[in-house]
């Protein structure tokens, strides 16, 4: 079976750092772009980063930029999302995600596969 299942998510004060990872089953780091997307309570899903396959290229949302960083353990089969100096408005759910298409992963209707998410809580 398919999978995506994240982890690493919980509560931190602003400033604090997190590590998600999003471990894959099967060849799916190899196979597809990997990404991670949040959903604020509210709020629509939007994108936060991804990563070609073969890790050449990541790219991220402006509002993470120079705070969270997107990498990859094909050893591990994993997909992390490194997030530094956290604000309380990224507080939501982090879910990891993939896609065929790496320049159209940033949008959510061209996600292939979900994973189940992570909550992050940032307190001020």
């Known amino acids: 079976q398919v999978q995506l299942v994240e982890s690493g998510g919980g509560l931190v004060q602003a400033g604090g750092s997190l590590r998600l990872s999003c471990a894959a089953s099967g060849r799916i780091i190899r196979n597809y772009a990997m990404g991670w997307f949040r959903q604020a309570p509210g709020k629509e899903r939007e994108f936060v980063a991804r990563?070609?396959?073969?890790?050449?290229?990541?790219g991220v949302a402006d509002f993470v930029k120079g705070r969270f960083t997107i990498s990859t353990d094909y050893d591990k089969n994993t997909v992390y999302l490194q997030m530094n100096n956290l604000k309380p408005e990224d507080t939501a759910v982090y879910y990891c995600?993939?896609?065929?298409?790496?320049?159209?992963?940033?949008?959510?209707?061209?996600?292939?596969?979900w994973g189940q998410g992570t909550l992050v809580t940032v307190s001020s």
């Open positions: 995600a993939a896609a065929s298409n790496f320049d159209r992963l940033n949008i959510g209707k061209y996600v292939e596969l």
């Open positions: 990563i070609t396959r073969g890790a050449g290229a990541t």
